[in-house]
């Protein structure tokens, strides 16, 4: 199977140690990952900050860069939910571009749903000897219905002791540029999700997007509390091997 | 008299930077709309077919909005021919003038009202004010607001913000026939409520009501409630004014099995409501009069993407579960209609002109509860999204986004925008960024910026 990394703009950038664990678990699973240099974001900053020129020349771009594989990956469930609900709205039927939404947006996954729904593997013989609790990112929660997969998932990771967050389906308050537009609700958000992640006595907190995972950790190592935030698919790649 | 969000200054990110600070505040609202989400969330999974009468109310809605103008036109035939006389309003002044008339018309100096979001909406009771006209709201805690001077906070529970000692306070200082010795105690408030109020019931001549539904077949008006008050001001004055937004209507009687349901299920998370009137036309002794109003309605209704919020029932679910909501409060949106479906009502209903109104869109982090929640599936998210593209924007904003759109649009460009951040790594500051990205590191640390991007490390290891 051919497969594209949507790696995104913001782990690109800022987590690039999440696009190299998608590669290495995809590789261990027998898939022939590929990156197609010339992707760069999926558009949803300036569509959800009213941008919707910027958005739609990006919406373009990605079915271009991505037209012609068999899946695309991404390990954002934010960036996943962009394309395969917004997209066919965004660029509407009938405009330029339309088709090749119609053709792409289909198969990009997120990683949790390629995992379970495309190569149907639970157990992807990962191990990782940490307590750690799990935030249902909004985009993957509501947009996608992302479900249990990411727990089932978890669950078989050897060693990893998996622990409930109190309050989990509540927004972390990151909401892309809201974080910046309106910091006080953002901030008392990011404080209560904060809260929650601390009662839980993890060491690790992990989610399938990257963005609000920032947000969270920013809080978590202001007040200096130790906790660490990881992308679920460095937990999923990490092997007794790779320690 | 509670005073008029018309015209309020500030912003949300403003109002909102306030309101997290107060913990009474904070408090009162999560242990609130905790307690209503939980109960609704408890009757909504009773019924398996939840997600199928949601259906159908969407349905019934969208199609009532496309022959809006047929079945308005039935609703006053019906009305009429049942002894009611109806008014139509453009806006706010037009509504305001006929109600104004018609009081005055009677004779009376004092009216008493029924919980209504029209009436708040138009600001009838400072318009009244202005004739000489006094109106005495009836429900609980719609008179808690008016005591206080206050401002409505929530769809539903408009005092929301207030806790039983607040209440307690409120009363006895503003409630002349309030007892000495009045306790905090919820049925001991309600008691002195009563007292208070079922003297204005016997005493009043007129009243003025809202209307949950309206239904075009029959000519008949809903009004759905908790308390009794509605009932007594529906049924002893002498004149009966109802002011009620267009969107209201229903085509046929039978349509309110599915309305009936979703409302009370969806607004106080009870099965089925205490009390529900209905009358039709005018009833012996009592003069009808219905005041049909758009005040921008008719503009929503022309927008593609924001016209589903017409199809609004004023449950507040969607004030319930927003997480914005909960910790900002209700007078941060600067109007009657709060939360997340204010959001996106409000600006179309008064443009975005002011800076508050243009902010309003931007009030959520698109989480998409309260999506989720609406029992007529107004996907407030994609109205939400859709309105930020009509507002304004800052210059200094438009540039930023602007030049990282360039950047964006270009791997070249980006990959050099990475390489730049990676050299600069050690001088970002990580609890001190400049300009409007100070925001960020008010409350929380950045990143570290790594070495090598993605993409140059595909480039150099991965790259055949």
């Known amino acids: 199977m051919r497969v594209a990394l949507f790696v995104t703009c913001v ?233 | ?12 990110p403003k109002n909102a930077a306030e309101a997290v600070q107060n913990s009474q505040l904070r408090f009162n609202l999560r242990k609130a709309t905790h307690t209503i989400r939980d109960k609704r969330a408890a009757v909504v999974g009773e019924l398996p077919d939840w997600q199928e009468l949601r259906a159908a109310g969407k349905a019934i809605k969208d199609h009532t909005l496309r022959h809006l103008d047929r079945y308005l036109l039935q609703l006053e035939e019906a009305v009429t021919r049942a002894g009611g006389t109806v008014h139509w309003a453009r806006d706010a002044a037009e509504a305001n003038r006929i109600v104004a008339d018609l009081v005055k018309a009677t004779g009376e100096t004092e009216v008493v009202k029924v919980k209504s979001m029209a009436t708040q909406e138009i600001g009838l009771n400072e318009a009244l004010a202005k004739e000489g006209v006094t109106a005495y709201e009836t429900d609980l805690a719609e008179l808690i607001v008016q005591l206080g001077d206050d401002f ?92 009620v937004g267009i969107e209201k209507l ?47 309605r008719t503009g929503v209704l022309a927008d593609e993407v924001g016209r589903q919020a017409l199809r609004c029932i004023r449950c507040s679910a969607c004030l319930n579960v927003c997480p914005v909501y909960e910790r900002a409060g209700g007078h941060a949106y600067g109007s009657v209609y709060p939360g997340p ?23 959520s982090s698109l989480c998409g509860a309260c999506y989720d929640v609406c029992p007529v599936a107004i996907d407030i998210p994609e109205v939400l999204v859709d309105l930020r593209a009509k507002a304004p924007h800052g210059a200094a904003e438009r540039a930023g986004m602007k030049a990282a759109g360039w950047v964006l649009n270009s791997e070249r460009r980006l990959g050099a925008a990475q390489r730049l951040a990676s050299r600069m790594r050690r001088f970002v500051p990580k609890r001190r960024l400049p300009g409007p990205l100070a925001a960020w590191t008010d409350t929380r640390d950045v990143p570290d910026i790594p070495e090598e991007s993605f993409r140059d490390w595909w480039e150099r290891n991965e790259r055949a």
């Open chain 1, 11 to 243: 782990n690109d950038t800022l987590f690039p140690g999440t696009g190299k664990a998608v590669v290495s678990l995809l590789r261990r699973l027998g898939c022939e990952v590929d990156f197609p240099a010339a992707q760069t974001c999926c558009g949803q900053m300036h569509v959800n900050t009213g941008y919707r020129e910027e958005g739609v020349r990006l919406a373009r771009r990605f079915t271009e860069v991505f037209a012609g594989y068999d899946a695309v990956v991404a390990p954002s469930g934010s960036c996943a939910a962009m394309v395969r609900e917004q997209y066919p709205k965004l660029v509407r039927p009938g405009s330029r571009g339309a088709a090749a939404v119609a053709e792409v947006a289909p198969k990009v996954y997120e990683l949790t749903e390629f995992l379970l729904d495309v190569l149907g593997v639970e157990d992807v013989g990962a191990y990782f000897p940490h307590r750690v609790t799990y935030h249902p990112t909004c985009h993957s929660l509501r947009g996608l219905r992302l479900g249990d997969r990411p727990a089932r998932l978890l669950s078989r990771v050897r060693g990893l002791e998996l622990v409930p967050l109190p309050g989990a389906e509540e927004c972390c308050g990151f909401g892309g540029t809201f974080a910046v537009k309106n910091p006080a609700v953002s901030a008392a958000m990011g404080a209560d999700k904060a809260r929650g992640v601390l009662d839980t006595g993890a060491e690790v907190l992990c989610a399938a997007d990257n963005s609000c995972l920032m947000h969270i950790g920013g809080t978590l190592n202001r007040q200096r509390s130790g906790v660490r935030i990881m992308h679920l698919a460095e937990i999923l790649a990490a092997t007794e091997e790779s320690r």
């Open chain 2, 1 to 12: 008299m509670s005073a008029t969000f018309l015209g309020m200054p500030g912003n949300f």
């Open chain 2, 152 to 243: 409505p906070s929530h769809i539903l529970v408009p005092a929301i913000h207030r806790n039983r000692s607040e209440i307690r306070e409120i009363f006895l200082r503003e409630m002349p026939d309030a007892p000495a010795g009045l306790s905090d105690d919820p049925a001991a408030l309600a008691e002195a409520a009563r007292l208070h109020l079922r003297e204005r019931f016997l005493r009043s001549k007129v009243a003025i009501s809202g209307a949950n539904f309206m239904i075009a077949e029959t000519g008949t008006l809903v009004v759905l409630e908790s308390e009794g008050n509605g009932r007594m001001c529906l049924t002893l004055p002498r004149t009966l004014i109802s002011v």
């Open chain 2, 250 to 296: 229903l085509p046929t009687w039978r349509d309110l099995e599915v309305f009936l349901q979703l409302l009370p299920r969806s607004s106080t998370g009870e099965r089925m409501n205490p009390y529900t009137s209905m009358w039709t036309g005018s009833v012996e002794g009592q003069d009808f009069h219905l005041v049909l109003l758009d005040n921008g």
């Open chain 2, 341 to 363: 479906i204010g959001a996106i009502l409000t600006p179309q209903l008064r443009g975005m002109s002011s800076d508050l109104d243009a902010s309003l869109p931007f009030a």
